[in-house]
């Protein structure tokens, strides 16, 4: 495999681009470059999900996610086998509307691909003072993924948890958990899952990683699999304009 | 430390209204002043006493070659290298789709190899073909003066000094064309740049001292082939000549962009301007020698105005008319001496009497008597650049930020003929942004998100058209239903907590003049005399009357300011052979 080395804002600028042309203005598209961003800094191949991501979803297609239940300290979303990268932003901005009202929100979303798009979210709650948390469970390897957060800091924990009695049909949905107090994640998930005590918890990347990650690309650089790079490119250049005769009178010479 | 934004809140109310300081016209009126990233640049490297040396200058008759200085700051080192190469004349152009240059040039951090300097050989003449180490902070390239460049060699070769009206004409020997920073084209990061070369930590201070270091070659290169050329003959530029000689600047509408993409930033650069000229205002009073040293800058800056060589008719007008209102203001400022008790009173004759041109640089002369306020604010602030949406804000509340803050917005009917006829985007080539017509052009649904007052009239309709029986109270829920509208809102959320940083103006409006964009940006660079082009694009003059490298260490007067022409006579009596 072939890397290009590029600078951090080279790939911010050039998500952009990618994220404005294949989603055009009718999405925060912004928002979506900078989660895709904030993944491939911390080493969560970001810019390889978004180029599985929009292979398997048409440009400027219903990215929408449906409202299925809003009741007190509960949101249910259905995102209709999408990505949770296009409405990650969304829901976080409902389930932190919905804490600052009721103190306490437990969103879930079922029907959900690429859930690790809705940790760059977590940071958000912090900020805000609240402690969060997220996990889902991937049954064919046998493990729930959790991460947490609590106010002021600035990366989540981000664990993996092995889990001997998960059968295929224990697809969980992805839960979101904001609170004003701290959340036991992990007590959270086993009683909703049922098999207490029959767990392994691995630490998958602490906030201390995910923040040496960045320091090191602030220093160095990113290295993009070259033809990742020139594939976000070729999408990034569709929002630029032929140039003709004419369009150079635009430039003003 | 300085807290700045403690300060502002306790002088509020002697703040100008963004809706006077944040029309584009006026915006376009700005003139750079003390703290402009040039000037700041400058008093850092004289008062660290940086030293910059020459440590290769392989070139040969015609100047063709490498040249490297050395700079040593207190901390660091870092070197500026040099690529000047033949360029034959009808490849050059000011444009940024050109491929070819007389000079490319980069400034990076650390010592290096002979290894290294090959990697930059083969790199840095390529531009934006090429691709940078890590450690490269700038890359940037400049074109030669046809106006000027001949004509001073040809000078120093025969023994002659160049004539200063010839050189004022143009004011520089080269031009730059692009200068790239912030992590472009593989470069050091801003974050790289900030927390470990922090000789540079000041936005834009990296750029503007490579400008500062392309003007000293284009001195030493001239110097250098005028000796080559005529050694029994030939003299050395003289150094008041070489102070008076800038380096020249041709800017167009990639600026523009940068300017509505950034408005934490805008609000930072214009916030210090007013904060800077709200407390002198309220805060000295104008004594004998405040009021001379006042009116000689006056004075000083209806000179400099005088001077200007433009064949743009209007701007020629613009220069022709401040200069004529200085020297009445100047006029005034002798008759009513003895009455100016407050500087309010000077800013009120101005405001009544005279055009915003020439009100701009009244406040930038004013904050230049005072530097001991000015510089009390010169440190600038971190700007962390988030734009976050607050989503438990009622629609209500984001009602009444629309209606209040972004009043001027809804102001303008987007049905009418020319009010939605502009848009933006950016070209194949090179990216470089344009304007197009939306009944000529191609590339609408291309365009660029550069309409702010539009969005937020779409946001606003949108709110509008919300029936009570739709259940939308927050703006989670909103922009749930409308995520179209999610980044406009979070931008009103986050600049509604500021006094300026909107540009309040049309951008899409068939007569908008994208040069007013251009003109603030380059104020606060520091860049002086404007030579429009036309309405998209400028020359202009950076470093003119700044000191040049051997100047550093010596004690230093900040007071390259509105620069006029030295006197020809004094020039040729310092002439060194």
Request: aromatic share 10%; with cysteine; proline share 3%.
């Amino acid at each position: 495999m072939k890397f290009i080395r590029i600078s951090i804002n080279e790939l911010k600028a050039l998500l952009n681009r990618a994220c404005e042309s294949h989603y055009g203005h009718q999405y925060d598209y912004e928002d979506l470059a900078y989660i895709i961003h904030w993944l491939e800094l911390h080493n969560l191949e970001g810019v390889t999900d978004f180029l599985k991501i929009i292979n398997s979803a048409p440009q400027k297609s219903d990215l929408s996610t449906d409202l299925a239940e809003n009741q007190e300290q509960r949101l249910k979303f259905n995102n209709n086998g999408h990505s949770i990268l296009h409405v990650a932003s969304i829901i976080t901005d409902m389930t932190l509307a919905k804490c600052h009202q009721e103190q306490f929100c437990h969103t879930s979303i079922k029907d959900f691909m690429h859930p690790v798009t809705i940790l760059p979210n977590l940071i958000k709650f912090s900020q805000n003072g609240w402690h969060a948390s997220a996990w889902w469970a991937e049954p064919e390897r046998g493990l729930a993924q959790i991460a947490n957060i609590s106010p002021e800091q600035e990366y989540p924990e981000y664990k993996e948890i092995k889990i001997k009695e998960l059968s295929p049909n224990d697809k969980s949905d992805l839960n979101l958990i904001c609170s004003r107090n701290e959340i036991n994640s992990l007590e959270s998930y086993t009683t909703i899952h049922k098999n207490n005590n029959r767990h392994k918890t691995t630490l998958k990347i602490s906030a201390n990683d995910f923040k040496e990650s960045y320091t090191d690309k602030i220093i160095n650089g990113l290295n993009i699999d070259t033809k990742n790079y020139r594939k976000l490119s070729q999408i990034a250049d569709q929002i630029l304009v032929e140039a003709s005769e004419q369009s150079r009178l635009g430039a003003g010479e | 430390m300085h807290n700045l934004s403690q300060e502002i809140t306790e002088k509020r109310e002697h703040l100008r209204d963004p809706s006077t300081v944040m029309d584009l016209k006026r915006l376009g009126s700005f003139y750079p002043y003390k703290l402009s990233f040039m000037r700041k640049i400058i008093r850092k490297i004289s008062r660290e006493k940086w030293t910059i040396n020459l440590s290769v200058f392989n070139l040969d008759k015609d100047g063709f070659g490498e040249a490297i200085y050395e700079i040593k700051t207190p901390k660091n080192n870092y070197h500026f290298v040099v690529f000047a190469d033949f360029l034959d004349s009808n490849l050059r152009t000011d444009r940024v789709i050109a491929e070819a240059w007389d000079m490319t040039v980069t400034l990076r951090h650390g010592s290096f190899n002979q290894n290294e300097l090959k990697i930059l050989r083969q790199n840095v003449p390529l531009q934006e073909q090429g691709r940078m180490p890590s450690n490269c902070i700038v890359l940037s390239r400049a074109n030669k003066s046809s106006r000027n460049f001949k004509y001073v060699i040809d000078q120093l070769s025969s023994g002659e000094q160049p004539s200063i009206k010839r050189i004022n004409e143009v004011g520089y020997l080269y031009r730059t064309t692009a200068v790239y920073g912030s992590g472009k084209f593989g470069m050091a990061d801003w974050e790289k740049v900030r927390l470990h070369y922090n000789d540079f930590s000041e936005p834009f201070s990296a750029e503007m001292f490579s400008c500062f270091l392309i003007r000293q070659f284009s001195l030493d290169q001239t110097d250098h082939i005028a000796s080559m050329r005529a050694p029994e003959t030939a003299v050395k530029l003289n150094d008041d000549i070489k102070r008076y000689i800038g380096i020249g600047n041709a800017t167009g509408l990639g600026m523009a962009p940068f300017l509505i993409k950034h408005p934490l930033l805008i609000n930072s650069w214009i916030e210090k301007r007013e904060f800077a000229l709200a407390h002198i205002i309220s805060s000295t009073k104008p004594d004998n020698k405040k009021l001379n040293e006042f009116s000689l800058l006056v004075k000083r800056a209806s000179t400099h105005l005088q001077e200007i060589s433009t064949e743009n008719n209007a701007q020629k007008k613009i220069n022709k008319d401040a200069s004529n209102d200085l020297t009445s203001i100047a006029q005034w400022l002798t008759k009513e001496r003895s009455e100016i008790k407050d500087w309010r009173q000077l800013i009120k004759y101005v405001t009544n009497t005279y055009g915003i041109e020439t009100q701009e640089i009244i406040n930038t002369i004013l904050i230049e008597v005072y530097p001991k306020e000015a510089l009390a604010i010169e440190e600038n602030e971190i700007i962390d650049e988030k734009y976050e949406l607050t989503p438990e804000m009622s629609l209500a509340d984001l009602k009444n930020i629309i209606e209040s803050k972004y009043k001027w917005a809804l102001n303008y009917d987007f049905k009418s003929k020319d009010a939605d006829t502009v848009f933006w985007y950016r070209s194949e080539e090179k990216m470089e942004p344009r304007l197009g017509d939306r009944n000529i052009d191609n590339g609408e649904e291309k365009e660029i998100l550069i309409g702010i007052a539009r969005a937020v009239e779409q946001c606003y309709s949108t709110m509008n058209s919300l029936t009570p029986e739709i259940k939308i109270n927050t703006v989670a829920e909103f922009v749930f239903a409308f995520p179209a509208h999610r980044q406009i809102i979070r931008r009103m959320q986050t600049m509604s907590k500021t006094t300026y940083g909107e540009i309040q103006a049309n951008l899409l409006d068939k007569n908008m003049l994208p040069i007013h964009l251009l003109r603030c940006k380059l104020s606060f660079f520091g860049v002086g005399k404007f030579d429009p082009k036309s309405r998209l694009w400028v020359r202009n003059t950076m470093f003119q009357g700044a000191p040049i490298t051997r100047d550093i260490g010596k004690e230093y007067a900040d007071d390259w300011f509105f620069p006029v022409m030295p006197n020809e006579k004094l020039s040729k009596e310092n002439e060194i052979h």
